[in-house]
């Protein structure tokens, strides 16, 4: 599926593409880092949270098909899949629906401890994860009426999510653009 909202990037950034399976993310970042080496640990952590993710999955089944929250019993489970049934609980929602968001969210903080970037990007299918020392204007693409939102969010740490009944392969109930 062509992203076509990605060419609205601010060009002063450093900006690249990785896909890995249904996994295409967009990074977006602002310092002095080579471009290679931060599309190597993009791909190294995009690897490790895909490879989490199946595991889950292979282990408990209802963990991608439930579509209301659910429990796992089990006192091992990785960090972020804990964050997901939480999330999901609190959505009231299966927990597969916060995916794109895990995953944004997942490879963000593993290169935050990585880089000290000035800004940092990340776009899964309209989940996104950013950080910034400066105030940042986020434009998000209203599909089919062709225009785009846009809004200021002040330095820090973020994650703005997005959902559309008439883009992408998401299961959507809804009938709307953008929610």
């Given at each position: 599926e062509k992203r076509y909202y990605r060419k609205y990037i601010n060009n002063k950034f450093t900006c690249f593409e990785t896909t890995q399976?249904?996994?295409n993310l967009f990074i977006s970042y602002e310092g002095n880092y080579s471009l290679d080496k931060v599309k190597r640990k993009v791909?190294?952590?995009l690897l490790e949270i895909r490879?989490?993710?199946k595991d889950i999955v292979n282990r408990h089944e209802q963990?991608?098909?439930s579509l209301t929250p659910i429990s796992i019993n089990d006192?091992?489970?990785p960090e972020i899949i804990l964050k997901m049934l939480k999330a999901s609980q609190k959505a009231l929602v299966g927990p597969w629906a916060g995916v794109a968001g895990a995953v944004t969210?997942?490879?963000g903080e593993k290169l935050l401890k990585e880089f000290n970037f000035n800004s940092l990007f990340i776009e899964n299918g309209g989940d996104c994860f950013l950080i910034s020392k400066n105030e940042i204007s986020l434009g998000i693409f209203i599909p089919n009426l062709e225009k785009v939102l846009s809004i200021k969010l002040p330095p820090g740490k973020w994650g703005v999510s997005s959902s559309s009944s008439k883009k992408g392969h998401s299961l959507s109930f809804g009938?709307?653009?953008l929610a």
């Open positions: 399976g249904e996994s791909d190294t952590f490879t989490i993710l963990f991608l098909t006192p091992f489970l969210f997942y490879v009938k709307t653009n």
